[in-house]
Every structure is written in C-alpha cells, then in structure tokens.
C-alpha cells in the first residue's frame, strides 16, 4: 500500500537558517504530492503541492520538487522566521480505489529561535 | 467564502457511549472525508463520502460509520466508544476532480 516516510523531528533553526525537511513514498500509481502545515491547535493548511514528475510547488518561500526517479518531495525554505515555527506533514494522493484519500507521514516539527 | 467548517469543537464522553461529529464542506466542494489524528502523529483516514455514499473507507472498524446530506455535509458516527479512540477528528473538503483537500479546525474528542 502507499506511504509516506518524513525525517524525524523536532528541528530546531535560527531564524534565517536553511530549512530541510526530508520525506520519500511509496506508491502504487502516480500520486499527487502534498505538504500541509499545522500550527498548535488547529487544523491542516495547505501548504504547496505537486501533481506530476518534476513539477514544482511553491507557497510564502516553501518550496518542493516531485522527483519520480528518488520517489522523493523534500520540503525547502531559504530563509526560516520564528512564525514558521509548526508541524510539517508530507502526504500523497492517488485515484486508486475509487477516491482520493490522502496517505499522511508522522509530521516533522520545526522550531525557529530567534 | 466560507471554509470548511466542524462542529463541536470539544467533546468529552465516556467509554461506551455514542457521539455524532458535524462538517460542513468548503463551498463549491462535493467530496467530504474524514481523519482521525492521535496526539503526535499524522492523521489516518477513515472514509471519503460523495453523492451521498461512502467511496473509500481505511482501516477503521465498523463502529465509525458516516453520512452525507444532500447539501454534502457530513456526519462521522463512533459507537461504543473505547479510550483509543480520543483523538483530534478532522473533516476535509475536495472537489470531486480535483487532488487537494481542505481541512476544517477538527473536533477534540475526548473518552474517559
């Protein structure tokens, strides 16, 4: 079945750091990829999204490339601010069995400090 | 434009009763689906409704079961509540074509 693998956290940067988040899948079709975001005690935002192999989402400086070949979605930021402080989810969605239900991973916390 | 929406926002029960949660979808979306996120990890899907029957269902047993109305809310019904099943219940909204899914606030559930 599909799933979905992130780096553990939490992750702590200072603000204006290099932001990686790492996550990987498995899927039997040709899924559509996502990254939400959850601040403390709410739900998911969208953050950014992918739809085909090399494609490119992009949100607020986020930034993640569909690699098909490394079946890879790694989550990029150039420059981290203390309000991006949350927990990031990658997930992946595909058509198989009659709907579009969404795979999450465990989520990767990220801590900004100033 | 109204997101998607869920109500209650807390709910304590005790194991073995009964509890109804309520979503209403984003506007101009049909497709509803229902997430169940324990503390610290990432949310599970439970069952997808559209035209008012369940398409897609995970892993969960038959005590969870749901509807959806012809307006496309949703209801997610648990009988028999157990302690596991305390968790941050979250509804999300698609189009039927479309991939991404929005989430309402989610409904704390909590079973002592």
């Known amino acids: 079945g599909d799933s979905v693998t992130q780096m553990e956290g939490p992750v702590t940067l200072s603000e204006e750091a290099f932001l990686t988040i790492n996550c990987t899948y498995t899927?039997?079709?040709?899924?559509?990829l996502f990254w939400y975001v959850q601040y403390p005690g709410e739900g998911l935002q969208l953050l950014l999204k992918a739809t085909k192999a090399d494609d490119k989402g992009s949100n607020k400086g986020f930034e993640a490339t569909y690699r098909k070949e490394t079946t890879s979605f790694h989550l990029e930021k150039g420059s981290v601010q203390v309000s991006d402080s949350a927990v990031y989810f990658c997930a992946l969605s595909d058509f198989t069995g009659g709907g579009n239900k969404l795979t999450f991973g465990t989520g990767t916390q990220l801590k900004v400090e100033l | 434009d109204a997101g998607v929406t869920q109500s209650p926002t807390h709910l304590i029960k005790t194991r073995g009763q009964q509890v109804t949660l309520r979503c209403s979808p984003k506007s101009g979306h049909d497709t509803v689906s229902w997430y169940q996120q324990a503390l610290g990890q990432g949310p599970q899907f439970i069952f997808q409704y559209y035209e008012e029957e369940e398409r897609q269902r995970g892993n969960f047993p038959d005590r969870f079961s749901g509807h959806q109305f012809p307006n496309y809310s949703s209801e997610l019904n648990v009988n028999a509540l157990l302690l596991g099943d305390s968790a941050l219940y979250l509804c999300?909204?698609?189009?039927?074509?479309?991939?991404?899914?929005?989430f309402g606030p989610g409904t704390r559930l909590t079973v002592t």
């Open positions: 999300a909204s698609s189009s039927r074509q479309g991939a991404e899914q929005y």
């Open positions: 899927a039997t079709g040709y899924p559509s």
